[in-house]
C-alpha cells in the first residue's frame, strides 16, 4: 500500500517562505513522478507543478513560476515545494500525488495520480 505524508504547512505573512514535504512510502519512488496541487473551498483541485521520475524535468502552473520550486530526493523517497515570496491567493490545502504510471514526465492533469497525501494546510497571512 502507497502512503504519502506531507508536513510543513502553516501561516505565513505574504511575502514569506515555507517549505511543504513529501514522504512516500509502499513501492520504488524513484520511479513515478510526483506532483503538487492545491485546492480552496468551492474550487477544483489545481495543479501547482510537478516534477518527473529521474528529477530531471520540473512544471509549474503560471501562477507560481518563479516564485515555487519542487525537488525530490530518491535516496529519502521524498519530494520537497519550495515556495517562496508567497502571497494571500496562495492560500489552500496542498496535496502531493504519485503518477500511476512509472518513467513518465510531469502530467498536469490530476486523474494522473492514483496516489495522494492527505493535505497540508497553507495560510497567507497578515
Known amino acids: 500500500q502507497v502512503q504519502l505524508v506531507e508536513s510543513g504547512g502553516g501561516l505565513v505573512q505574504p511575502g514569506g517562505s515555507l517549505r511543504l514535504s513529501c514522504e512516500a512510502s509502499?513501492?520504488?519512488?524513484?520511479?513515478?513522478?510526483m506532483g503538487w496541487f492545491r485546492q480552496t473551498p468551492g474550487k477544483e483541485r489545481e495543479f501547482v507543478g510537478g516534477?518527473?521520475?529521474?528529477?530531471?524535468?520540473?512544471h509549474y502552473a503560471d501562477s507560481v513560476k518563479g516564485r515555487f520550486t519542487i525537488s525530490r530526493d530518491n535516496a529519502k523517497n521524498t519530494v520537497y515545494l519550495q515556495m517562496n515570496s508567497l502571497k494571500p491567493e496562495d492560500t489552500a490545502v496542498y496535496y502531493c500525488?504519485?503518477?500511476?504510471?512509472?518513467?513518465?514526465?510531469?502530467?498536469?492533469?490530476?486523474?494522473?495520480?492514483?496516489?495522494w497525501g492527505q493535505g497540508t494546510q497553507v495560510t497567507v497571512s497578515s
Open positions: 500525488a504519485a503518477d500511476s504510471v512509472p518513467f513518465r514526465t510531469v502530467i498536469v492533469t490530476h486523474t494522473a495520480y492514483d496516489y
Open positions: 509502499g513501492r520504488t519512488f524513484s520511479n513515478y513522478a
Open positions: 516534477i518527473s521520475w529521474s528529477g530531471g524535468r520540473t
